[in-house]
């Protein structure tokens, strides 16, 4: 695993404000970066496991990201 991905496994919150935090979690999830952004403000949490509930349940990603 490259120092990249333990950055971002280690982390429980997605920083709304760094593209580089969109572009990963947008990408992992096969999402857009507004996608994401949507989801956190209708959450009312930016923890990656409110948002990927979110995108579960409203159907915008199909499984659980590893």
Known sequence: MNSTNLRYNEKM????????????????????????????????SNSISAVQEYLLKNKKISKLAD
């Open 13 to 44: 919150l997605i920083s709304m404000h760094v593209e580089e935090d969109l572009n990963y979690w947008a990408n992992k999830w096969g999402v857009s970066r507004e996608s994401i952004k949507s989801a956190v403000k209708a959450s009312r």
